[in-house]
């Protein structure tokens, strides 16, 4: 029932930008958490960005200063605006979420399918 969809992947060149959307639909009481996980090539998934429910963020040292995670809570959506793009940058990102569907029941733990970021020359 719960869904999220990722979109807005492309190939672009270093020094460019890219803002990944991810929204989520079906029966949703609340979403808390909101991250961004990455996957590049022979590489294990990497938490790159997160966003609680209050706006705080958190990110990995290496995209600090170039990613800015967000969120519309009116749609449902995360965002990630990446600047400054590099090659290593590469990967598959996924969006990841804290959703709860029904009171009094813990949330449950819903990815996207992933979408496909290349930073390429």
């Known amino acids: 029932q719960v869904q999220l969809v990722e979109s807005g992947g492309a190939l672009v060149q270093p020094g460019g930008s890219l803002r990944l959307s991810c929204a989520a639909s079906?029966?949703?009481?609340?979403?808390?958490?909101m991250r961004w996980f990455r996957q590049a090539p022979g590489k294990q998934r990497e938490l790159v960005a997160t966003i609680t429910s209050t706006d705080t963020t958190n990110y990995v040292d290496s995209v600090k200063g170039r990613f800015t995670i967000s969120r519309d809570n009116a749609k449902n959506t995360v965002y990630l605006q990446m600047n400054s793009l590099k090659p290593e940058d590469t990967a598959v990102y996924y969006c990841?979420?804290?959703?709860?569907?029904?009171?009094?029941?813990?949330?449950?733990?819903?990815w996207g399918q992933g979408t496909q970021v290349t930073v390429s020359a």
């Open positions: 079906g029966g949703i009481l609340r979403i808390d958490d």
């Open positions: 990841n979420a804290d959703i709860t569907r029904h009171r009094f029941l813990p949330p449950g733990d819903y």
